[in-house]
């Protein structure tokens, strides 16, 4: 089974600042099957980015995820108000699926 | 509208079974898997197991292996998930999505909105 290690658990950023979140894989990745979730308090995750790099309708372009084999990275360029969240990479290949840990952007 | 709709918030007993559902609506459910996501109070997502209605191959991750059964009805457009003995542990968020196919870079597109299930003495 892949693990993701999303490091550190938490990150602090003021409005504006931008904002690049890590994905370890413990081993190779087929790039194509790599997404990155985004979820707020009370709500179900939304997918954000598929295929490492491609964004899901509705994503904003600030959002942008790249990486290949076992790192990949989610950038938001520049952080609104509601970016402030929670972001889950998930890989989904092999007929299985695990998600990293999670990372938490707060406000500093 | 296309959407999947979960049942809602079951309080249960120890040792009490539970099914919970996640109707799909506005697509064919047949042209889709559909997966379990648990979410533990304050923790992140863990992927249960997925099914496709179309046939039922079920595929589990190896930690809920043996502990749930995941089901589908294709005719009324719904996935289940059950437990034949609930513990305490078993506390969590469950969320339902949709997963085009395994050689699909899709992703996980659309989600429900969570069954809340709380077992307690």
């Known amino acids: 089974e892949i693990v993701l290690t999303q490091s550190p658990g938490t990150l602090s950023f003021s409005p504006g600042e931008r904002a690049t979140l890590s994905c370890r894989a413990s081993q190779s990745v087929t790039s194509s099957y790599l997404a990155w979730y985004q979820q707020k308090p009370g709500q179900a995750p939304r997918l954000l980015i598929y295929?490492?790099?491609s964004r899901a309708t509705g994503t904003p372009d600030r959002f942008s995820g790249s990486g290949s084999g076992t790192g990949f990275s989610l950038t938001i360029s520049r952080l609104e108000p509601e970016d402030f969240a929670v972001y889950y990479c998930q890989q989904y290949g092999s007929s299985s699926v695990t998600f990293g840990g999670g990372t938490k952007v707060e406000i500093k | 509208e296309v959407q999947l709709v979960q049942s809602g918030a079951e309080v249960k007993k120890p040792g009490e079974s539970l099914k919970i559902s996640c109707q799909a609506s506005?697509?064919?459910?047949?042209?889709?898997?559909i997966a379990w996501v648990r979410q533990m109070p304050g923790k992140g997502l863990e992927w249960m197991g997925i099914?496709?209605?179309?046939?039922?191959?079920?595929r589990y991750s190896p930690s809920f292996q043996g502990q749930v059964t995941i089901s589908a009805d294709k005719s009324i457009g719904t996935a289940y998930l059950q437990w034949s003995t609930l513990k305490a542990s078993d506390t969590a968020m469950y969320y339902c999505?949709?997963?085009?196919?395994?050689?699909?870079?899709?992703?996980?597109?659309?989600w429900g909105q969570g069954t809340l299930v709380t077992v307690s003495s």
């Open positions: 999505a949709r997963f085009l196919e395994w050689s699909s870079p899709d992703g996980f597109d659309l």
């Open positions: 099914i496709y209605p179309g046939d039922s191959d079920t």
């Open positions: 295929g490492a790099s």
């Open positions: 506005g697509y064919r459910i047949t042209s889709y898997w």
